[in-house]
């Protein structure tokens, strides 16, 4: 499976954006990029998700680099209530067997008042 | 209600003992996974299933074994529990998009 590469930890101020960064070098062209979160004693959180061109939801966007060997997820107004841990997951599309999510480590994102 | 539930939420077990725990879902999804997380880890896919008839193992089946006994229902049981599982497990499923949906989890130790 292709691997990401994230920073364990990031800070950001409250209602400032947030810039999380994940790289993926080794991702196939069928490889769908996912964000999940994870709030405290909680399960993972679907965030957003793309292929190849930039994606945009109500909780956040998903900017894709065009040789999609990196990409960023922005939060636009961070909230004390988006201090969570920030996967970035490469999940196979190129056949149903594909099908999984695999978790790194993640980013840990602190909010500060 | 969740969409995926897991029971139970808790549950202290002692070693060697066999131990089950339930996920049902309402999503109406073909897809479901069990995953375990240790402290200040990320998830562990242990077990993962697309179908009534279809298991597979993910990257730390051994210890686990799992059972889909319907669309809605995936259970995962620990023959003999050992302390080394003591961990936060969850249940998730996937739609056809790739979105997928967790469970609140159960924290299980083994004594």
């Known amino acids: 499976d292709a691997k990401t590469t994230q920073p364990n930890s990031m800070e950001s101020n409250e209602e400032e954006p947030v810039h999380l960064p994940c790289n993926h070098s080794t991702i196939s062209g069928t490889d769908y990029i996912h964000w999940y979160r994870q709030l405290p004693s909680q399960g993972p959180e679907y965030v957003i998700h793309g292929l190849t061109s930039n994606v945009n939801n109500r909780m956040a966007s998903l900017a894709i680099a065009e040789d999609r060997k990196s990409s960023t997820l922005i939060l636009h107004r961070a909230t004390l209530r988006d201090a969570a841990v920030y996967y970035c997951i490469l999940r196979g599309g190129s056949n149903f067997g594909n099908e999984k999510l695999t978790f790194g480590t993640g980013t840990r994102l602190t909010i500060i008042p | 209600d969740a969409d995926v539930t897991q029971t139970p939420r808790n549950r202290i077990t002692k070693t060697g003992k066999r131990i089950m725990l339930e996920c049902s879902q309402t999503?109406?999804?073909?897809?479901m996974y069990w995953y375990r997380q240790d402290p200040g880890l990320g998830l562990q896919l242990i077990y993962y299933?697309?179908?009534?008839?279809?298991?597979n193992k993910g990257e730390i089946s051994d210890g686990y074994s799992v059972s889909r006994q319907a669309q809605a229902k995936f259970s995962l049981s620990l023959e003999s529990a050992i302390p080394n599982q003591t961990a936060l497990y969850f249940c998730a499923t996937m739609d056809w998009t790739g979105e997928a949906f967790f469970g609140q989890g159960t924290r299980l130790t083994v004594v």
């Open positions: 999503k109406g999804h073909d897809r």
């Open positions: 299933s697309f179908d009534v008839k279809d298991i």
